[in-house]
């Protein structure tokens, strides 16, 4: 199957890639080494070690579900600048026993192998963690463990806290949960069947298409453990590990990324990096500089090369010792169209929130509306959704990921759109956006969906950030109530002429699943109905959006 195939591909190119500007440390590499967990669960590692006049060496630890035979090129990179590497398959993947379940053994069986492995002769004391996505996960849900050989991590599209990746707004993010657990070995008796990923998400009911055993996990004692409650504990004011966080303004783990180090930071660790570009995820190993239908500047190109170079510098700072050779403040954000980095001491910048109000007649401007019941309306027919089209999207997916010209979105009759007059001069926007709408709804359940676009000299509606928010039955009959949705954080640059607009839906399908209208779990719905929402736009019910600008 596709995603399969696209996956494999993926450790393929990782394996043979040959990097420029490493180091020549000749190595030992000792091949499917082991470790017995407390439950007496084995898992399995390759060890690489230098081969140099030193006894013990600064180690860089990877725990992957991916194959550890997938890390090679970055063990050999590592190792060869001088540091020892362990990279481990995790629990229940490729040659570890035991049952893999996403997220909720990382963090005791990652601490385990801290321990074993700082007690190793060869450890000098000194570990890093290294990762991206679900690996980085591995390596951030162990910066509570106050672990006194933990110095360092290096965090590459990583989250600690899972349901701002897989359910943001309420809503499952089916289209990276199904094929993702599908990619995972997790089947079903549509797979089985022989059914595409369409057929799997217009499924009803969907717990049914989930690959596994629908939304439950089963441990190796017979526990079942829900697919919303697969994180593990973490408390963030025990952090006291220096992080560097890399990110981009497509991945669809951005707002996590940026959740985790927002949440460090508030609880006083301010020895954090970050670094956002204009990435979608996993775009440094793809050899683009697309970004859908929009290409990023030179100044914006990271490649695997560059990538480790950055992250042989952070751990040379932090398990060797020596000055860190980053030269800006602690964050540095890309601004897209303006094709610039800006820096800064934190994220998000210290900026000016305006807020722009949705009016009848479709505008967005920076005063209210006088009329007292202003409203507009379309119906929301789950049968027919938005489609996806743009967007932080599952980096498979490329027809869909990205920056995308919304016009085909925009002409449906289901899409509300409100746009401001052109800017008379340039704006840059930088921090996190959201809507705030005062809505009624026919549904006895329902989603609303927001999506802020930039719209260009050639009047093409460019996207920038999306978000959701389900609707629970509890407030549908409310008569008009008040939702906000999150669409995101974000930098660009808005150029006079050009101007802003916010689509208004209740759907993005199949990014997020279809919620029925009906008061039933999405989930475990069968029947969907058509409803009609009502977006009020008066003086009593000021629906808005608020947008971030930098300070001149």
């Keep these: 199957m596709f995603w399969k195939k696209n996956f494999v591909i993926l450790l393929l190119m990782l394996s043979i890639i040959n990097l420029t500007g490493t180091q020549n440390v000749p190595f030992q590499l000792h091949k499917n080494q082991y470790i017995f967990l407390p439950d007496s669960i084995q898992l399995v590692h390759d060890l690489y070690l230098p081969e140099t006049e030193a006894e013990s060496f600064p180690v860089i630890l990877i725990r992957t579900p991916y194959q550890k035979e997938g890390m090679i090129m970055f063990a050999e990179h590592f190792v060869r600048n001088g540091f020892a590497v362990m990279v481990q398959d995790v629990r229940g993947k490729n040659r570890s026993r035991g049952q893999f ?60 806290d899972g349901q701002t990746v897989n359910n943001p707004g309420g809503a499952m993010h089916q289209m990276l949960i199904i094929p993702w657990l599908l990619s995972e070995g997790q089947s079903s008796e549509l797979v ?81 990096y970050l670094l956002i570009g204009p990435w979608f995820h996993n775009q440094i190993y793809a050899e683009t500089n697309w970004i859908g239908e929009h290409q990023i500047s030179e100044n914006a190109y990271l490649d695997i090369a560059g990538f480790l170079d950055l992250t042989t510098h952070w751990f040379n700072h932090t ?35 305006r807020a722009y109000y949705l009016s009848p007649e479709h505008h967005l401007s920076p005063t209210k509306s006088d ?68 809505v009624q709804t026919e549904g006895k359940g329902t989603d609303f969906t ?62 997020f699943n279809r919620n029925p209208n009906t008061g039933i779990d999405p989930m475990e719905a069968i029947t969907f109905v058509p409803v009609r929402q009502l977006i009020y736009c008066s003086k009593k019910y000021p629906s808005k959006i608020i947008i971030p600008f930098l300070k001149k």
Aim: proline residues 5%.
């Design 319 to 353: 398990l060797k010792g020596d000055e860190l050779e980053i030269n800006y403040q602690g964050v540095n954000y890309y601004v897209l169209f303006q094709n610039k980095w800006l820096e800064g001491k934190q994220w998000p910048p210290s900026s000016e929130p």
């Design 101 to 160: 379940i996403p997220f909720i053994n990382e963090k005791a069986d990652g601490n385990f192998t801290l321990n074993w492995l700082s007690e190793q002769p060869w450890c000098d004391g000194n570990i890093g963690l290294w990762g991206s996505s679900y690996i980085s996960y591995c390596a951030l849900i162990l910066a509570d463990s106050g672990h006194p050989a933990l110095k360092g991590i290096f965090n590459l599209s990583g989250w600690i």
């Design 192 to 272: 089985e069947e022989g059914a595409d990923l369409e057929e799997i998400y217009a499924h009803t009911p969907l717990i049914e298409a989930i690959p596994g055993r629908g939304t439950m996990f089963l441990t190796e004692d017979g526990t079942e453990i829900d697919l919303d409650r697969l994180d593990s504990p973490f408390t963030y004011e025990a952090v006291e590990v220096p992080i560097f966080h890399v990110n981009g303004w497509y991945d669809f783990t951005v707002q996590a990324t940026l959740e985790a180090y927002k949440k460090i930071r508030a609880a006083g660790q301010n020895r954090q």
């Design 371 to 438: 009329e007292i019941n202003a409203r507009n309306s379309f119906i929301y027919n789950p049968l027919d959704a938005v489609p996806t089209y743009g967007g932080a999207n599952f980096y498979l997916f490329t027809e869909v990921l990205g920056i995308k010209n919304q016009s085909s979105i925009e002409a449906r009759e289901d899409v509300l759109t409100y746009t401001t007059s052109p800017f008379s001069e340039e704006g840059i926007v930088a921090g996190n956006i959201t809507a705030s709408l005062y």
């Design 450 to 511: 927001a999506k802020l676009t930039l719209v260009d000299s050639l009047n093409q509606s460019l996207n920038i950030v999306d978000g959701i928010t389900r609707v629970e039955t509890a407030r549908c009959g409310e008569g008009v109530f008040e939702v906000s949705i999150d669409l995101g954080d974000t930098a660009f640059r808005i150029a006079p002429g050009q101007s802003l607009r916010v689509q208004i839906s209740s759907s993005n399908y199949p990014k």
